[in-house]
């Protein structure tokens, strides 16, 4: 039943978003959360840690993005200094990112996904809601020309961080 309600859920979201995902397929994951508008400090940040070529490349993705609000959240000093450490800033953006486009189907599915910072994200579903450590994912399957985007309400911090 959980799994029947995530379908129902995800297929909602994409519905609601059919008019963004269907210009978002003509974009790539950067270009994609920068359309979206709600991925501002994302985009930034990825662009700051030189991630944007990698994530606007072939190679297929997926992106557990977190929202401004979830950025919010996160203590400004925090994030000032993850803006200064570019390796560390790295880190943090890869443990967002998961090899392979991904979609809620699979993602379902799974236990945990191992991400390209290397070290695991563990995923969940509970009431009908999948949570990738203790984010939620609020909208799943978020379409780009190069994979996936699932919008998540916390930034995801790797372990040892």
Known sequence: MTRIRWIVLAALAV???APAAASAQQGNLVQTAQSAGQFKTLVKLVKQAGLAKTLSGDTKLT????T????AQVP???LAALAKDKAKLRKVLLYHVIPGAVPSSQVVKLKSAKTAE???VKIRTRG???FVNDARVVT????A???VIHVIDHVLLPPGR
């Open 15 to 17: 519905l609601a978003l």
């Open 63 to 66: 992106v557990l993005a977190p």
């Open 68 to 71: 401004d609000a979830a950025f």
């Open 76 to 78: 400004k000093r925090t």
């Open 118 to 120: 290397g070290a695991s």
């Open 128 to 130: 009908g809601r999948v």
């Open 140 to 143: 799943p399957d978020v379409q």
């Open 145 to 147: 020309s190069n994979g």
